[in-house]
């Protein structure tokens, strides 16, 4: 099982898996139907006032990171199902994690990927 994360604009690969957007809003330009798209799971995007706040700007990305990676935390509690979705997929091959941003190194998807395989090591048995 591998976790890929790709621009949504970028055509799909074999190897893509479960392919799941993980934006809160719909990516411009991008017609729902022409996308190999599996999921569309907007709850596990950062929330409307975090994204707003970092508006990609490079110098808040340590600080946007560790918020999402507590707003990440916080749904596992609040909202188990989203992240029981992701790892039954997990579980079953490969999944990509699509996204809408410019910047393939600074967005939600990144923290996301690193956030989940920090969450698989730690369940992982010793």
């Given at each position: 099982m591998?976790?890929?994360?790709?621009r949504?604009?970028?055509?799909?690969?074999?190897?893509?898996?479960?392919?799941?957007?993980?934006?809160?809003?719909?990516?411009?330009?991008?017609?729902?139907?022409?996308?190999?798209?599996?999921?569309?799971?907007?709850e596990?995007?950062?929330?409307a006032?975090l994204r707003?706040?970092?508006g990609?700007?490079?110098d808040?990305?340590?600080?946007?990171?560790a918020?999402?990676?507590?707003?990440?935390?916080?749904?596992r509690?609040?909202?188990p199902?989203?992240?029981a979705?992701?790892?039954?997929?997990?579980a079953?091959?490969?999944?990509?994690l699509?996204f809408?941003?410019?910047?393939?190194?600074?967005?939600?998807?990144?923290v996301?990927?690193a956030?989940?395989?920090?969450?698989?090591?730690?369940?992982?048995p010793?």
């Amino acid at each position: 099982m591998t976790i890929f994360t790709k621009r949504i604009y970028a055509p799909a690969a074999v190897n893509d898996g479960w392919r799941v957007l993980v934006d809160r809003l719909w990516p411009r330009g991008v017609r729902r139907e022409e996308t190999a798209l599996d999921h569309w799971l907007k709850e596990i995007a950062p929330s409307a006032e975090l994204r707003r706040w970092f508006g990609h700007e490079l110098d808040k990305w340590p600080e946007f990171s560790a918020r999402y990676r507590a707003e990440l935390t916080a749904l596992r509690q609040r909202q188990p199902q989203v992240l029981a979705e992701l790892r039954r997929h997990m579980a079953s091959g490969n999944i990509t994690l699509l996204f809408a941003a410019r910047d393939c190194e600074h967005n939600q998807a990144v923290v996301l990927k690193a956030w989940l395989e920090d969450e698989l090591a730690r369940s992982a048995p010793s």
